[in-house]
């Protein structure tokens, strides 16, 4: 499991022209069974994604793909996670 933390490099403006295609990203990765959670950051300086199920080359591999890699809209910080508590809602991701 990875979290994946995203920090605008841009203005809210651009981040904005690019994020259609970045939503369409998403729902790729959703509709495979990638990722568990995504959005923004509170204030609004980022967002982060809960990746399931991948090796981290594979993680690394996706993100290449995401538009706000390729357009250089944010930095990204890819952090392994191993549950070891959890809610029972959780167990299905944390593999309980």
């Known amino acids: 499991m990875f979290l994946i933390s ?21 729902d790729r990765h959703y509709a495979a069974g990638h990722f568990v959670f995504s959005g923004p950051k509170v204030p609004r300086t980022g967002g982060v994604i809960l990746a399931h199920g991948l090796s981290h080359e594979a993680v690394m591999q996706l993100i290449s793909e995401d538009p706000f890699y390729l357009n250089s809209i944010a930095n990204y910080h890819v952090q392994e996670l191993q549950p070891t508590k959890w809610d029972p809602r959780f167990a299905p991701f944390a593999g309980g």
């Open 6 to 26: 995203l920090t605008y490099r841009v203005a809210p403006e651009e981040v904005d022209r690019h994020l259609e295609a970045h939503a369409a990203f998403l």
